[in-house]
């Protein structure tokens, strides 16, 4: 039962985009232009954790990123092709990659936060 509260509480922190140390702080700033790159904070705001360690530290989150994307768009392959099996193959391509590119903000995020979350300090 322990375990199962870890993990929502996990899953809660990376989806509401809150601190890996205390859970309070946001990691990004709140209000960024839609098409604007999420700009990240430099410390937590509640307990000062400094959420890049070193220049390049990130690059891991991309392979996060990358999973998050194909695990998204299989998902959605997925809804369609048993909903909506008698949909075109063109028509499938392209309900996958729309919803794709709505997340890829999302995306970027999420997976910055699970890498803090897997390596912290
Ligand atoms: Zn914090």
Not at 51 to 57: K, W
């Amino acid at each position: 039962m322990n375990k199962v509260k870890k993990v929502v509480n996990f899953v809660a922190a990376v989806y509401r985009e809150k601190c890996p140390n205390c859970g309070k702080g946001h990691v990004f700033e709140e209000k960024t232009a839609i098409l604007n790159i999420p700009k990240m904070n430099d410390r937590c705001s509640a307990c000062d954790y400094r959420f890049e360690r070193e220049p390049g530290y990130f690059i891991g989150a991309m392979y996060l990123g990358y999973a998050l994307s194909i695990f998204q768009g299989l998902i959605t392959y997925l809804l369609y092709h048993f909903f909506l099996p008698e949909i075109a193959i063109g028509w499938v391509i392209l309900l996958v990659i729309v919803p794709m590119l709505f997340l890829v903000k999302k995306n970027f995020k999420w997976s910055r936060i699970l890498y803090i979350h897997i390596f912290p300090w």
